[in-house]
């Protein structure tokens, strides 16, 4: 059973950088035919894929957050990682892990995904 676990600041300050890790256990990053995820949910909204890496390394970026994401792995510590650069309020939202043998960015739904993280909640705030 592949499990995914989250870990991060839950508080960042507004113009920031947004760091989270993803730490995998039963299964690897490097695993073909596996693309791991950056997914979040803001208060009110649906499911955002903000982009994936995968058992490659190859990384591929959701184009409206292109510009402020960078999704790296270390895979001697089976971690995938997400920093998100220039925060805003808007930013606020619980964020997720999650693999498929899929690829996908942008708005995307649950069903889609093989396995996710619990979620962590990051607030932007001052």
């Known amino acids: 059973q592949v499990q995914l676990q989250e870990s991060g600041p839950g508080l960042v300050k507004p113009s920031q950088t947004l760091s989270l890790t993803c730490t995998v256990s039963g299964g690897s990053v490097t695993a073909a035919p596996y693309y791991w995820s950056w997914i979040r949910q803001s208060p009110g909204k649906g499911l955002e894929c903000l982009g994936a890496i995968s058992w490659r390394g190859s990384i591929f970026y959701s184009p409206s957050l292109k510009s402020r994401t960078s999704i790296s792995r270390d895979t001697s510590k089976n971690q995938v990682t997400l920093q998100l650069s220039s925060v805003t309020p808007e930013d606020t939202a619980v964020y997720y892990c999650?693999?498929?043998?899929?690829?996908?960015?942008?708005?995307?739904?649950?069903?889609?995904?093989?396995?996710w993280g619990q979620g962590t909640q990051v607030t932007v705030s001052s």
């Open positions: 999650a693999t498929s043998t899929r690829l996908m960015t942008g708005a995307t739904t649950r069903n889609l995904y093989d396995y």
